[in-house]
T-cell receptor, first 116, second 118 residues
Framework: GESVGLHLPTLSVQEGDNSIINCAYS??????FIWYKQESGKGPQFIID?????DKRQGQRVTVLLNKTVKHLSLQIAATQPGDSAVYFC???????????????FGKGTRLSVIA | EAGVAQSPRYKIIEKRQSVAFWCNPI?????LYWYQQILGQGPKLLIQ????????DSQLPKDRFSAERLKGVDSTLKIQPAKLEDSAVYLC????????????????FGAGTRLSVL
């Protein structure tokens, strides 16, 4: 039961500090990547996305970095707040195919805990 | 804009019983997905619909799971008979039909149905 969730990689940060969450993706053909935030009892919520022709994209308090050479994504959260406490997932997407959208493939999540 | 609606939120059944989940996607979203999320893991795709047609069901355990989207809007996912290992959260997501090869596939998720099989 709950003990399985405790095996998620965990990152604990002080309120106000910056957080960096890392993710390795699997398919070098993936051309689109998304970070999702999932709070307890809720579905994943879109945070930020990036295409494979970019290596950095910024949003409000969040930045995503993409390193295609080593198939690595990171999510940086500036001035982390208690409301940022959640599980964060990266997801990769293969190119659009003739029949339309391709499914997202999710990585292993990271649990972010913000210490007030 | 209303989000993805799912029901029920919770379901407890005994093994070998049947269960069904319902999803209403965001209005106008042509693509609908069902994911299974086991505790402590990321969502895993079960089936993808484009309008009322199945695009990808390669990960769906077809001996016990079935899904339909008859009118291209809402969808149901059924498990019959359920096994203990089916205990998970079942998430429905939807996205717009891509308008080109550079279209973004942002999927919007419902709150999910938490299934416990005893």
């Amino acid at each position: 039961g709950e003990s399985v969730g405790l095996h998620l990689p965990t990152l604990s940060v002080q309120e106000g500090d910056n957080s960096i969450i890392n993710c390795a993706y699997s398919n070098s053909a993936s051309d689109y990547f998304i970070w999702y935030k999932q709070e307890s009892g809720k579905g994943p919520q879109f945070i930020i996305d990036i295409r494979s022709n970019m290596d950095k994209r910024q949003g409000q308090r969040v930045t995503v970095l993409l390193n295609k050479t080593v198939k690595h994504l990171s999510l940086q959260i500036a001035a982390t707040q208690p409301g940022d406490s959640a599980v964060y997932f990266c997801a990769e997407n293969l190119p659009i195919r003739g029949s339309g959208n391709t499914p997202l493939v999710f990585g292993k999540g990271t649990r972010l805990s913000v210490i007030a | 804009e209303a989000g993805v609606a799912q029901s029920p939120r919770y379901k407890i059944i005994e093994k070998r019983q049947s269960v069904a989940f319902w999803c209403n996607p965001i209005s106008g979203h042509a693509t609908l997905y069902w994911y299974q999320q086991i505790l402590g893991q990321g969502p895993k795709l079960l089936i993808q619909f484009q309008n009322n047609g199945v695009v990808d069901d390669s990960q769906l355990p077809k001996d016990r799971f079935s899904a339909e989207r008859l009118k291209g809007v809402d969808s149901t996912l059924k498990i019959q008979p359920a096994k203990l290992e089916d205990s998970a959260v079942y998430l429905c997501a939807s996205s717009r039909k891509p308008t080109g090869v550079l279209a973004k596939n942002i999927q919007y998720f419902g709150a999910g149905t938490r299934l416990s099989v005893l």
